[in-house]
């Protein structure tokens, strides 16, 4: 199976600069893990202490957000993940 994650631009530098990245899982959650195991930089941006992705991320698969699933969406071969930083502030 085979799931394409955008990369942020703000990740790129603990991914070596690596815009899209191929991995593999069933759910958006064992992806994430794929991501982690493919740059272990990157798991202290994605999670947090609990190992929860924190409230400021938002996750879409194919345009389509995660919530209120989040990590536990299901996903299938030629999928594709996007993450999403909100902003807040004014």
């Known amino acids: 199976m085979s ?3 955008n990369i942020p631009l703000f990740l790129q530098p ?9 991995v593999s ?3 958006v ?3 994430l893990k794929h991501l982690v195991e493919q740059f272990p930089l990157i798991e ?3 999670f947090d202490v609990n190992g929860k992705l924190p409230g400021y991320y938002d996750i879409y698969v194919n345009g389509e957000s995660t919530y209120p699933e989040e990590l536990a969406k ?3 071969d030629g999928d594709e993940l996007h993450m999403l930083v909100m902003i807040d502030g004014g």
């Open 14 to 22: 603990v991914t070596g600069g690596v815009k899209v990245a191929e």
């Open 29 to 31: 959650g064992e992806c």
């Open 25 to 27: 899982g069933s759910t």
């Open 44 to 46: 202290k941006e994605l």
């Open 3 to 5: 799931i394409k994650v």
């Open 74 to 76: 299901p996903v299938k």
